[in-house]
């Protein structure tokens, strides 16, 4: 068979994700606060991009895309952001807003400030306080006051190595290679750091947390030396052991324990830690007597226009390279306000749909949480559960009954005993944690019988799933309990 060149035509189909395309997905699975930072950025980037402060009614600014003229900043004013989402541009269903309530939210603190001769309260300053001091911090001030020279060098690395809950998780002979000092030095400034405040600071291991602290308060004798020595049998309620290797009486143990009981096993913790970034939400729901209304966080935001009249005025007699670009920019802009208002509109659509299938939560709590998947919620509002998906990660909704990630209200379902309906796990889960918290230290739950009760509640449950449920929510076994009630007396 002779082989020979030839050419063949094909025609074929792919998906092809276009860089705007790409940017446009980025957008939809940003928070709110990751998108300020995006727009920011986008802001210095975009010379024909001005913003506005954001505010609680408006989204983002709305452009023709057509180079020529500015359009009015009355009229750029006067678009409210509800009737954005609510138009019929087939991208987001009607929401039934009542523009007259009051706002949803205060973005700042004069909104919630009334005028002069009301009776609101004034401004609370103390909610502008600084950030409470770091363990760190309040270690370091008292380094200063104790050491000096190579003392407060050798006892600066040891505050270092610090964690936030006052442990020194260190080797000491590789700290004292490390600074090329002895490490004799190196244990006698750590006996010093030992004794700062608070008292357990310090300590390399939970015995040794608590041993500093029973020697500042005076009760670190051989008895009690013993007991925090065998702290694994105080933690598994062997008291007959203990009394035997402590050589105590009933008496005797009781009040060591008790004593136990009053030392802190992680010190560090009454400090606060690393600066911590406030949760915003993305979102508010609040109940009208129309329904619920559904309403986008854009106090965070900046409301972005497209500045066509610098852009008439750079274009002008400009060169056909400066042109282009310019127009390159125009289109940039137009694409990101167009980019921004159909991610408001896929999250309130979103929104609205987890609002519709979980208004059980919303009106009576927890309890009647109904299960929801992804694959629900997209085919209600005719999307792919990768769009749902991205809309849910790392985003907050605020409503009466506190501060919820949208992930938050899927989760899988138990089925009922009677009837064709189910319950959602988190329902479950609230349910197990109400019977645990309200038994008695001598009648203590086991999973079988937790397991049995939620069966004559209806819920077909098994006992390895109220194990895994429990553990989720960080309760011990039943052992563990009745231990720990037994501790506490």
């Given at each position: ?108 603190a ?51 190595l ?8 260190a ?35 939970l ?18 030396a ?30 060591m ?11 560090g ?49 400009a ?70 998906s ?25 089925s ?15 349910r197990?944690k ?13 999973d079988?019988?937790i ?39």
């Amino acid at each position: 068979m002779a082989l020979g060149p030839r050419l063949d035509l094909r025609q074929s189909q792919s998906l092809v994700m276009t860089p705007q395309l790409q940017q446009a997905i980025k957008l939809l699975a940003l928070s709110n606060l990751e998108l300020e930072a995006y727009l920011a950025e986008a802001l210095e980037g975009n010379p024909l991009l001005d913003a506005t402060a954001g505010d609680s009614d408006g989204s983002a600014g709305d452009a023709d895309g057509e180079p020529g003229g500015e359009a009015p900043a009355t009229e750029a004013a006067s678009l409210d952001a509800d009737q954005a989402l609510s138009s019929d541009n087939g991208t987001a269903n009607d929401l039934d807003v009542d523009l007259t309530a009051d706002s949803f939210h205060h973005d700042s603190a004069s909104d919630s400030v009334g005028v002069s001769g009301s009776d609101s309260e004034g401004i609370d300053f103390d909610s502008f306080a600084g950030e409470d001091e770091t363990l760190h911090g309040h270690l370091l001030a008292q380094v200063g006051e104790r050491f000096s020279g190579l003392e407060a060098m050798v006892a600066e690395q040891i505050v270092a190595l610090i964690d936030e809950t006052g442990y020194l998780r260190a080797d000491l002979a590789e700290l004292a290679q490390r600074l090329g000092v002895p490490l004799a030095l190196v244990e006698t400034i750590l006996a010093g750091v030992q004794c700062f405040d608070p008292s357990g600071v310090g300590g390399r291991d939970l015995a040794e947390c608590i041993a500093i602290q029973a020697r500042e308060a005076d009760r670190y004798d051989p008895a009690m030396a013993t007991m925090i020595a065998h702290l694994e049998l105080v933690a598994k309620g062997a008291f007959p052991q203990l009394k035997r290797i402590c050589g105590v009486d009933d008496e005797d143990l009781a009040d060591m324990i008790r004593e136990l009981r009053n030392y802190d096993p992680k010190p560090g913790l009454k400090f606060g830690g690393d600066a911590s970034q406030a949760v915003v939400p993305d979102l508010y729901i609040r109940r009208t007597a129309q329904g619920w209304a559904v309403e986008i966080n854009s106090g965070t935001l900046p409301r972005l226009l497209v500045n066509r009249r610098y852009y008439t005025e750079l274009a002008t007699g400009a060169a056909a390279k400066s042109k282009a670009w310019l127009s390159e920019q125009l289109a940039s802009a137009n694409w990101l306000v167009r980019a921004l208002d159909q991610r408001q509109r896929t999250i309130v659509k979103v929104a609205s749909a987890i609002v519709k299938q979980q208004e059980g939560f919303f009106l009576h709590g927890v309890a009647h949480m109904r299960p929801l998947t992804l694959r629900q919620v997209a085919e209600e509002i005719g999307m792919h559960e990768s769009t749902v998906s991205r809309v849910t990660s790392n985003k907050y909704l605020s409503c009466p009954r506190g501060l919820f990630e949208l992930k938050y209200f899927f989760s899988s379902g138990i089925s009922a005993t009677e009837g064709d309906g189910a319950v959602s796990s988190e329902s479950i889960k609230s349910r197990i944690k109400a019977m645990i918290e309200a038994e008695d230290g001598k009648a203590i739950l086991s999973d079988e019988t937790i397991a049995q009760k939620l069966s004559a509640e209806g819920h077909d449950i098994a006992r390895r799933t109220v194990v895994k449920y429990r553990e989720a929510m960080g309760y011990g076994s039943s052992v563990q309990r009745r231990r720990q009630k037994a501790l506490a007396g």
